[in-house]
């Protein structure tokens, strides 16, 4: 029996949450982790891998599907920051195809480009995949199932298309490259292409009975940049912490940098017109958490298996590279695809990042020193402070948790900043300043900021009428 009077650990109570997934679920085998930079990995099984001479452990390897567009969706990237495409060319533009070809990749990565879900043909049926070849060769004889960019539409066909982009930029086959460019730089060894002698068998679990029919091993051929890894738990834990604390996971941006993977976060659509529950940036969906956190990453079926992993950002106790990947083998239980996002959630809840003490700091350059405090814009008051080495803004208004705008100033110009977060990114804030230097108004996306109250006339409010 429990001792009442004993704490319960963090560890115990996600081993319970994960425990009772598996049964409630029905799955064979689940294996999980959380990962986070100050910690080592937790990582749990729990079931049967159906393979006697590899019994379920931290190795056992699961098919993680989808989540492989993650990979591709990298990859694509990569090629944009080095120059060898924009992602508003039409893929013609790279590709020889004979349909489709005004598809443009940023559209393919957000699933917007209204390409029919799967590969021409019944590949479902015939468990027989297209090639490379194929894959580009057919297109003619696929639907475009929607007008270009009229709304998301999940499409395996589109990341196929993808990943043989990149297979042609880099000179070799997506397996080559996806190996080369991501999972050697990160570590990741235990990602592979093909199922290693480790592997769980995946399942279809009966609705009416505890029966279990093991599901074929499929190669997607052609549509493996889609759907075809197999991994581990910690491997995919790792890989949601990239997803999500680039900075952190991978600080000299051998795979990409930071800002890139900032890009790629940043909803391109929603899944839903009306439920806004869940987004896609550019190959990566994002779950708003509610308290200005998401979860970030991707979820992944394929016959017998189901697998999801993401990534935590932002939000009041959110450690660095907090990440977890939850893997099973059954095909059809979504309690798989939900307890990742409860774990994160208790994850924050029961060991969250240490609190830092605040410490006295250096002040704001002198040349900035006479923005901080209040000012007002279209009748609206802000106000501007200096942290962690820069310039912020928010509406006075907002709680003190929310993400402000940030400014840098551009180089040799110190009176002309761009706002590179949080309200307004991209926009510039212009500096006015008397004769003694102190600035006296400003201009944020060309409105007016001054220190007292104006209307659009620059009138003051407590004038009133004239």
Request: glycine share 10%; charged share 20%; aromatic share 8%.
């Amino acid at each position: 029996m429990p001792d009442p009077g004993r704490p319960v650990t963090a560890s115990a109570r996600y081993e319970r949450v994960v425990r009772k997934a598996q049964a409630d679920g029905r799955v064979p085998a689940l294996s999980v982790a959380l990962h986070r930079a100050d910690r080592e990995p937790w990582v749990f099984t729990v079931g049967d891998s159906g393979n006697p001479v590899h019994p379920l452990g931290a190795d056992t390897r699961f098919r993680i599907g989808s989540i492989t567009k993650t990979f591709t969706a990298v990859l694509v990237m990569q090629c944009r920051d080095d120059g060898l495409l924009d992602l508003d060319d039409p893929i013609a533009e790279h590709l020889d195809v004979p349909a489709h070809g005004d598809a443009t990749i940023r559209r393919l990565l957000s699933h917007t480009a209204g390409f029919q879900r799967e590969p021409y043909g019944d590949i479902w049926d015939t468990l027989k995949a297209p090639d490379a070849t194929e894959v580009l060769a057919q297109l003619d004889r696929a639907e475009r199932v929607l007008p270009n960019a009229r709304r998301y539409h999940y499409s395996n066909l589109g990341f196929a298309v993808l990943g043989q982009l990149v297979a042609r930029l880099r000179g070799g086959s997506w397996t080559e490259v996806v190996g080369d460019r991501v999972l050697a730089p990160l570590g990741l060894t235990a990602t592979t292409l093909n199922p290693p002698p480790q592997a769980a068998v995946g399942y279809l679990v009966d609705d009416w009975s505890d029966a279990a029919r093991p599901e074929p091993q499929t190669d997607l051929g052609g549509v493996g940049p889609a759907a075809q890894l197999w991994s581990t738990a910690g491997d995919m834990a790792a890989w949601g912490a990239f997803l999500a604390h680039p900075a952190v996971a991978d600080p000299h941006g051998r795979v990409l940098a930071a800002s890139t993977v900032d890009e790629m976060r940043f909803p391109a659509t929603v899944t839903h017109d009306a439920v806004w529950q869940s987004g896609f940036g550019l190959g990566l969906i994002i779950e708003p958490q509610g308290k200005w956190a998401t979860h970030v990453g991707h979820d992944g079926a394929m016959p017998g298996f189901l697998a999801s992993a993401y990534g935590r950002r932002g939000g009041e106790g959110v450690p660095d590279g907090l990440a977890a990947a939850v893997l099973g083998s059954s095909g059809t239980s979504r309690v798989i695809n939900e307890i990742v996002h409860e774990l994160l959630k208790l994850a924050v809840e029961l060991d969250p990042a240490d609190i830092r003490p605040w410490k006295i700091a250096a002040p704001a350059p002198r040349e900035y020193r006479s923005i901080l405090g209040h000012w007002y814009s279209e009748g609206t008051p802000f106000v501007f402070s200096w942290h962690d080495g820069s310039l912020r803004a928010r509406l006075t208004e907002l709680p003190p948790d929310f993400p402000p705008a940030v400014f840098e100033p551009l180089s040799g110009q110190p009176d002309v900043l761009r706002t590179v977060s949080g309200r307004e990114t991209g926009e510039l804030l212009r500096l006015t300043r008397d004769d003694s230097g102190e600035v006296v108004r400003m201009h944020w996306a060309t409105y007016r900021m001054t220190r007292v109250q104006q209307g659009f006339d620059g009138g003051s409010a407590s004038d009133g009428a004239e």
